[in-house]
């Protein structure tokens, strides 16, 4: 079973910022929490990825909170491309990441 | 760069024949992935490569499915006997190496249907 919850969808405007929550309160100290990505019909892609700090690169930040339990990743600007299922995952290593069912982001114009 | 590849893209086969699914990962990457991904599921993991290794098969469904890699490139998931229910996309991933801060990088996925 997946050790995360996230709401199972969500809508944003086009430009405007897509914030989208994970909870993760059985987390260990040495488990990341990793994000990734599916467009329809392609295999998953990889956003980003963080253990304690803040996170940010190109596509993304990652917001982690204090005490771990749970993140946040903004997409700033949404485009209709950021439509996707946005799976949160947590893990020590890259050895058996388990997916969930992830967060269905529409983004409308 | 060439990306990860898998083949065939789709495939349809009858309930009880046995199939063969490739992953040809990014060239020199050390760790490969299978998953199984149901209509309208998320990913499901199946098994793990590090080099030709694979040191867990537990999360492999049953005994009809195993898998192998060789020459630390290619790997090859293979499915006896199938069953209906075995019907799902067979997705590979790659990663440079097996550890927490690399990205898994994965194909486009083999579509199976079993008749």
């Known amino acids: 079973d997946a050790k995360t919850t996230q709401p199972p969808s969500m809508d944003c405007a086009e430009g405007r910022a897509a914030n989208l929550p994970c909870n993760h309160s059985t987390i260990s100290g040495n488990e990341y929490v990793y994000w990734y990505r599916q467009i329809h019909s392609q295999g998953p892609q990889y956003i980003i990825h963080g253990l304690k700090n803040n996170e940010t690169n190109e596509m993304a930040s990652l917001i982690i909170t204090e005490d771990r339990k749970s993140s946040t990743l903004i997409l700033p600007h949404a485009t209709l491309r950021d439509t996707a299922v946005y799976y949160c995952i947590t893990g020590e290593n890259t050895d058996k990441l388990i997916f969930g069912t992830g967060t269905r982001l529409q983004v409308f114009p | 760069g060439a990306g990860v590849s898998q083949s065939p893209s789709n495939k349809v086969t009858e309930k009880g024949k046995d199939v063969e699914l490739r992953c040809d990962p990014i060239?020199?990457?050390?760790?490969l992935y299978w998953y199984r991904q149901r209509l309208g599921q998320g990913l499901e993991f199946l098994i793990y490569f590090q080099g030709n290794s694979a040191p867990d098969k537990s999360g492999l469904p049953s005994d009809r499915f195993s898998a192998e890699r060789t020459g630390e490139s290619v790997s090859t998931l293979t499915i006896q006997r199938t069953q209906q229910e075995d019907s799902a996309v067979y997705l590979c991933?790659?990663?440079?190496?097996?550890?927490?801060?690399?990205?898994?990088?994965f194909g486009p996925g083999t579509r199976l249907t079993v008749t």
């Open positions: 060239s020199g990457h050390t760790a």
């Open positions: 991933a790659s990663s440079l190496v097996l550890a927490a801060n690399y990205e898994q990088y």
